[in-house]
């Protein structure tokens, strides 16, 4: 294996890991308004993510400073190409930062309704367009001989990227729903079970579509096959197991399924861009790969040492920190936020 393929598969398992972890955050954020029904209920639900969410979106900063790295190439015309959608996802999440820090600071509640509505949009937002930037990077956009992309902003509003950025909202809130299931117990616990059972179909549906969706939309023929082998069914397989154990009230093995169902997804994704990382809907040879977009060999040898170095570390901390953080938030635990 050479350190180009090393590296995408780097990124990937980044990107996986990202959505994995911060899509639970986002999907409690989206839940929020709606599961929890006074401030003392909402201060609840919000202390389930309150150790975790800062530190999971640290996986989107190391995968962007990885493309950054390892592809400049591609980090240069993704980031140039998508500017506006990126730049409204980093409001969003800074919005959702702030509420984080800020609703607790006044007892009055419209302060604290601000706050909360705030976190709704911050996570509700940033899902969509995730959806919609990965859906664009599989389905091509126009990028033209000098690796420049030279659309607007409404050619990544396409429907098939929509679709998908609606497939990543509801993915991300039933993944919230089956986390909360896990770290909440009362009233609260009984919400998220019954969102959990009534939002699986929902997912089960748009998942079912975007994979229709994808053979028209992107060349996944070319790239998977008719037969498009064990990842992306086992992510189908995954998310009925899901709908199995919410309704056997087996929280953990949901949440588990959920994550892998996510995780398999996102890895799809990648199956269908390799070797490529953005595809040109103008002329394929256009499109950027991991060689034409890579950094020196040198650079990535470099890289590879300080990640083998320090990516065990941070795993080894952030599992330690979900380990100390398991146990279930009630309404008589010490609420900060």
Known sequence: MDLNILWF??????????????????????????????????RVVINTIGPHWDGNEVWLITAGGATFAAFPHWYATFFSGFYLPLFLLLVALIIRGVAFEFRSKED????????????FVG???PALLFGVAFA??????PIDAEM???????????????????????????????????????VILERSRR????????????????????????????????????IPIGAGLSILAVGYFVRRRMDGWA????????????VTIFLILYPRVMVSSLDPAYSLT?????????????????????????LIYQGWSYWVFRQRITADSHLEY
């Open 9 to 42: 598969i780097l990124i990937t398992v980044l990107y996986t890991g990202f959505f994995i972890l911060e899509g639970f955050d986002f999907g409690v954020g989206i839940l929020l308004p709606f599961i929890a029904r006074n401030d003392q209920e909402r």
């Open 108 to 119: 009055d509640p419209r302060w604290r309704a601000v706050w909360d509505w705030s976190i």
């Open 123 to 125: 996570s509700l937002v």
């Open 136 to 141: 664009n990077l599989a389905r091509g956009v």
């Open 148 to 186: 420049q992309y030279v659309g607007g902003f409404w050619n990544l509003l396409n429907p098939y990227a929509l679709l998908i950025g609606v497939l990543a909202v509801v993915g991300f809130t039933l993944h919230g729903a089956t986390f909360l299931n896990l770290k909440t117990d009362g």
């Open 195 to 230: 969102v959990a059972r009534r939002l699986w179909p929902v997912v089960v549906v748009v998942l079912l579509v975007s994979f229709i969706a994808t053979y028209m939309a992107t060349d996944a023929v070319a790239q998977l096959g008719v037969n498009p082998g064990v």
């Open 255 to 266: 949440f588990a399924l959920s994550m892998l169902t996510i995780g398999l997804t996102v």
């Open 290 to 314: 991991i060689y034409n977009a890579s950094s020196s060999d040198y650079t990535l040898r470099v890289m590879s040492i300080v990640a083998a170095i320090f990516v065990p570390i941070v």
